[in-house]
């Protein structure tokens, strides 16, 4: 069996007991667990000067990680820039918040060669290569540059848009060429790969041979053959309902529990970041508030937001931004003994947060765009299946198209969500149960084990060829 080597823009060395914020992390970390291999990519430590000129590795285990320290500049144009300023606003829908420049773009090309050139002389000839989201397109191009003739995959974490919103990137071409150097581009869902199968079809003279509704097809293209495949990626199922099992009983929780005396409690849990819809979430609860009153000093809203990103402009902005609704949102409803909106910008270890969650009666996840969002299947994997909460979910995370059961929500209006607040909070126990154990079914049958398994059984399977360069 061939070795893994996973490339992510991040990676997290965890300290012992630790427990990263990102959903990538938590997922390749449980992906790498089994099979061990190279965990590689930058260290999260910016420097002055230049980049890191060889790699850290770190082993634990079966596991080897291989980091470097990115330079400011590099950072700065590579991470914040192209990646976090254009990239991530683009592949989320939002073009009003792209910013776009040849400097950061150059950044980005050359950190991305850069990566390559430290992690070939690592790579043995029958290695897998496993690369991961839209920091890491050009990755696998630069690669095959340097001669690398491994299977090379890559999978993207974030939505993949539709050829009309893609095209406002200036030499959007030469990304999906790019893109077209790995023998598999995994997405999380149909509509992530139609877009880009549309985008073959429409702006390249390449053929696209689909199998299914959108879950796999060939690709032809800039002079390669690749596929392209849906595998949604989900939590450690099993692990996560044994945990909360015992972690609703943990000190936290009884502290939570205690302090809500009886009231109900809805719960979000979320990077802070302007695609998790929060404003709207925050609006949505005080209407709430405002159209069933009963539920005014009855129901309290517990909103985790670690801050993620605060480099850049649009992150200081929304966090200035839900600061000022929460305050605005308990000045008016608050009552001397309850405060409706419970708001931390911190993160917590995932016992802790297991806790939270089985406590919690609504799991309210409203991204107005969202990859997949592990959120909501953590939240349903930790209920009490005798007595669950009720998952109340944006048709705009990728989730929802696996999760159907759940109440689904529009994010955008603020009335609908308010109502489908009251709906869970009043939802009879049978529907509950039905509904929970369906979307358990989904859980069990899809987990993290099976993402991973599915994914290098097809990169394994993949055809490939090489580049014309
Ligand atoms: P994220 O945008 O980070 O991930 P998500 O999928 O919800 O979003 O994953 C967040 C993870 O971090 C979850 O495992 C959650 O438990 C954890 N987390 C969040 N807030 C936390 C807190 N306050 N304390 C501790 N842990 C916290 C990106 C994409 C998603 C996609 C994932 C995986 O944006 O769409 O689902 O990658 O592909």
Request: aromatic letters at 10%; glycine letters at 8%.
């Amino acid at each position: 069996m061939s070795r893994l080597v996973v490339v992510s823009n991040r990676v997290a060395l965890m300290e012992e007991g630790k427990q990263a914020a990102g959903g990538l992390a938590v997922a390749i970390l449980a992906a790498l667990k089994k099979t061990g291999g190279i965990w590689f990519g930058w260290s999260g430590n910016v420097v002055d000067g230049e980049s890191q000129a060889e790699p850290t590795r770190t082993e634990m285990g079966k596991l080897t990680y291989a980091t470097l320290d990115l330079g400011r500049r590099d950072h700065e144009e590579y991470y914040n820039g192209f990646a976090n300023q254009t990239l991530w606003p683009l592949f989320h829908y939002r073009l009003g918040l792209i910013s776009v420049n040849r400097r950061t773009r150059e950044g980005y090309e050359r950190v991305n060669a850069y990566f390559a050139d430290k992690l070939e002389p690592l790579l043995r000839p029958d290695d897998m290569v496993w690369v991961h989201d839209y920091h890491l397109i050009p990755f696998g191009d630069e690669l095959r540059r340097r001669g690398c003739s491994q299977r090379i995959g890559f999978f993207l974490h974030t939505p993949f848009p539709p050829p009309e919103l893609l095209t406002a990137l200036p030499n959007h071409r030469d990304l999906i060429r790019e893109l077209c150097a790995y023998d598999l581009v995994g997405f999380h869902t149909a509509t992530d790969m139609r877009g880009f199968c549309d985008y073959i079809r429409t702006e390249t003279d390449g053929t696209v041979e689909q199998r299914g509704a959108y879950g796999s097809a060939t690709i032809r293209a800039f002079g390669r053959t690749l596929l392209a495949k849906v595998f949604p990626i989900s939590i450690d199922t099993e692990a996560l309902e044994s945990l909360a099992r015992t972690a609703g009983r943990s000190r936290q929780a009884e502290r939570l529990r205690e302090s809500l005396v009886g009231r109900r409690l809805i719960i979000g849990v979320d990077r802070l970041d302007y695609s998790k819809g929060l404003p709207q979430r925050f609006a949505a609860f005080e209407q709430l508030l405002e159209s069933y009153p009963e539920h005014c000093n009855r129901v309290s809203f517990l909103q985790v937001a670690p801050p993620s990103r605060e480099d850049v402009p649009e992150y200081i902005a929304i966090r200035r931004e839900l600061s000022e609704m929460a305050g605005r949102i308990n000045g008016r409803f608050a009552e001397f003994d309850w405060q409706p909106i419970r708001y931390l910008n911190r993160s917590f270890g995932q016992r802790v947060l297991a806790g939270f969650y089985r406590l919690a009666n609504v799991g309210l996840v409203t991204p107005l765009r969202d990859g997949m969002n592990l959120v909501a299947k953590e939240y349903v994997a930790c209920q009490d299946s005798d007595n669950p909460g009720v998952l109340v979910l944006s048709q705009f995370a990728g989730a929802a198209q696996e999760m159907g059961e759940a109440l689904i929500v529009n994010p955008f209006d603020i009335e609908g969500v308010g109502d489908a607040l009251q709906r869970a909070l009043t939802m009879p126990l049978g529907e509950r149960k039905e509904r929970h154990a369906a979307l358990m079914r989904t859980l069990r049958q899809h987990d993290i084990g099976w993402w991973r398994e599915s994914y290098v059984d097809a990169l394994t399977r993949a055809p490939y060829d090489f580049p014309v360069t």
